[in-house]
Each structure stands twice: as structure tokens, then as C-alpha cells.
């Protein structure tokens, strides 16, 4: 972080580097998190009046470029946390984690957001009120956690108390996510969801979320297989997942170790400690096979959350 000392130019620029995220991991419904090797980059420098935006990048063209812009809101809601006048800046973001495909986009953008603000404010807040306001931003933790702290993450609401537990993960577990080219609304995907579920689902569910956490620990990639299925979300959120399971089979015929949707979706994320070429090989084929357009890749686990320096 960028120290409290006083830095006497009047012209400070930053740069901050926020991971993608893949959220719920099969079970951990708005609870789990991991962050990817995989990220946007945001340079800010104060400047004497307006507002200034340039964007580049894979998704540089979705991105809007005035004051609606989700870095820029998550900037101001943090001075205005902070009981502080937001000065005239120019943003510089290359966008390259993809926008409404269930990599944390939206997260990306919050945290960036608030961690440049935070270090114009030369670290004014400390890391829980940071994560406070990004998740009350967002609406939920699960995406904003890891991209905030790296890792795997289990974030709890407790009340007022935000609780977001850091866990490790062994260098050897890669990602595999199938992107494809379409996109879909978090808002769409959570209309899906009923209000009510069975207890046997709930049950389901718990015992397959503490299953993740102990395969991490343990490095017993094969209980991901079980530790992977989900009851809550993904079979209502199918219907809106072109290929799902096509892409899910075909992930594990592969030697996935567990698969899931990443996020709301559309995106699906395999797993596994060997062999990511393979299964990266087998969902393209199986999205062609279906003429699902996009594109499947292999991504480490980030250990690192946001990053930011002075230049």
C-alpha cells in the first residue's frame, strides 16, 4: 500500500492491479471465492479540474467512459466513506478480464475503485473498512474478498460484522475457464433462483462447501469431484447456460477434478492439478460441437489481491 507519509507533489499517480475472481465454486453460494492470475490494471493521476477516462484492453469497448463508470462511482463512494472531497483525476484502465461472464468484472472494478481512492487518501483505510464498502457496493462478498485479499476466500455476514477468512492454496491446483463470447446479467441469473429450498438441499450444499475447504487443505484434489456439486444455483441457472452440461461432461471425461459455473455464469470453470491442456482442448471441442462461440484458458490461482504503487 501506498504509505501515510506526506507525499508533498501535488501530482500523484498510482497504478492498482485488482485479480479476476471465480465466485461460489459449485456450493459456496455467495460465500466462497478464488482469485485468478488473471487482471485488470488501473493507472490514476491527479490532475487540476474534470474528469478524464481512457480505457484499453480485450473489453475496452464495454466499458463506459464518463462519470457512470464503476471504478469512478466506487472512487467517490470511498471519499465520500471517508468524509473527503474526491480531487479532478485521469484514468488510465486496461480491461482485460471479461465483462457479464462470471469472473468478478464488477468486483474488479469496485476494488480497484476503492483501493485507488484509499491510496489518494494515503491509506486513510485500513483493509475491513475496505472490504466493508466494496461489499456493500457489490451486495455480496464472495467476489470481492479474494480480489481484495488473493486466494481462496470464505466471507460470512455476521450481523454488522463482515468475517473473511484467508485460506492458502497449493500452487499445483489450476484453473480451467471456458469464456464464452455472449454474457449474462448477474440480475438475469439471480432471477432464476427460487426463495425457498429443501433442507436436503441446504444439507447438500454445507457438507460440499466444508468438503472444498478440507480437499484444499488436505491436497485431495479428488474429493473436488464431489466437492464441485451444487444444489442452489446451477440446476436453475441451467436454463440460461447454453451447454452446461455438455461442457461439464465433457470437462470431466477430460480429467476435470470438479467442475461448476464460475460465478452467475455463463462461464464454466474446471479444476484439477494435471492435465489443464487436455481439458482446455476437450471444451473447446465440446462448445464447438454445440456452435457455442468463446474460448477456453488456463489460469493460476492468484495468492495476491489488489496491488498498488506509486509511478
Known amino acids: 500500500m501506498v504509505s501515510n507519509s506526506e507525499i508533498r507533489n501535488p501530482k500523484f499517480e498510482i497504478r492498482v492491479r485488482v485479480p479476476a475472481t471465480t465466485a461460489n465454486l459449485g456450493p459456496g453460494f455467495d460465500c466462497l471465492g478464488l482469485a485468478l492470475d488473471w487482471w485488470n490494471t488501473l493507472d490514476v493521476e491527479t490532475i487540476p479540474r474534470g474528469l478524464e477516462i481512457e480505457c484499453s484492453g480485450a473489453y475496452a469497448a464495454e466499458v463506459p467512459r464518463d462519470a457512470s463508470n464503476l471504478v469512478i462511482?466506487?472512487?467517490?463512494?470511498?471519499?465520500?466513506?471517508?468524509?473527503?472531497?474526491?480531487?479532478?483525476?485521469?484514468?488510465?484502465?486496461?480491461?482485460?478480464?471479461?465483462?457479464?461472464?462470471?469472473?468478478?468484472?464488477?468486483?474488479?472494478?469496485?476494488?480497484?475503485?476503492?483501493?485507488?481512492?484509499?491510496?489518494?487518501?494515503?491509506?486513510?483505510?485500513?483493509?475491513?473498512?475496505?472490504?466493508?464498502?466494496?461489499?456493500?457496493?457489490?451486495?455480496?462478498?464472495?467476489?470481492?474478498?479474494?480480489?481484495?485479499?488473493?486466494?481462496?476466500?470464505v466471507a460470512v455476514q455476521d450481523g454488522k460484522n463482515l468475517i473473511a477468512a484467508r485460506v492458502n492454496v497449493p500452487r499445483e491446483l489450476k484453473c480451467i475457464v471456458f469464456v464464452p463470447d455472449h454474457a449474462l446479467s448477474t440480475k438475469t441469473a439471480r432471477g432464476v433462483l427460487p426463495a425457498r429450498v429443501p433442507r436436503a438441499d441446504a444439507i447438500f450444499n454445507v457438507g460440499r462447501a466444508a468438503l472444498w475447504l478440507a480437499a484444499v487443505k488436505a491436497r485431495r484434489w479428488e474429493w473436488l469431484d464431489a466437492a464441485t456439486q451444487d444444489r442452489l444455483h446451477q440446476p436453475y441457472r441451467a436454463k440460461l447456460v447454453r451447454g452446461m452440461e455438455a461442457m461439464f461432461i465433457a470437462a470431466h471425461k477430460a480429467g476435470a477434478r470438479g467442475v461448476a459455473l464460475s460465478g452467475a455464469g455463463p462461464s464454466v470453470i474446471a479444476f484439477t492439478e494435471r492435465g489443464s491442456g487436455r481439458i482446455a482442448w476437450a471444451l473447446n471441442r465440446a462448445a464447438a460441437d454445440i456452435a457455442l462461440n468463446g474460448a477456453a484458458r488456463v489460469v493460476a490461482v492468484s495468492a495476491r489481491g489488489a496491488l498498488v504503487k506509486k509511478i
Do not use: Q, W, Y
Not at 465520500?80 to 480531487?87: I, S, T
Not at 478480464?97 to 489518494?120: H, K, W, Y
Not at 485500513?126 to 485479499?149: R, S
Open 73 to 153: 462511482r466506487a472512487m467517490r463512494a470511498t471519499f465520500v466513506r471517508a468524509r473527503r472531497k474526491m480531487p479532478a483525476v485521469r484514468v488510465k484502465m486496461r480491461v482485460e478480464i471479461p465483462i457479464g461472464r462470471g469472473l468478478g468484472s464488477s468486483a474488479a472494478a469496485i476494488v480497484g475503485g476503492v483501493v485507488a481512492a484509499n491510496a489518494l487518501m494515503r491509506g486513510k483505510m485500513k483493509m475491513p473498512e475496505l472490504l466493508e464498502l466494496a461489499t456493500e457496493i457489490e451486495g455480496h462478498p464472495d467476489n470481492v474478498a479474494p480480489a481484495l485479499l488473493g486466494g481462496l476466500v
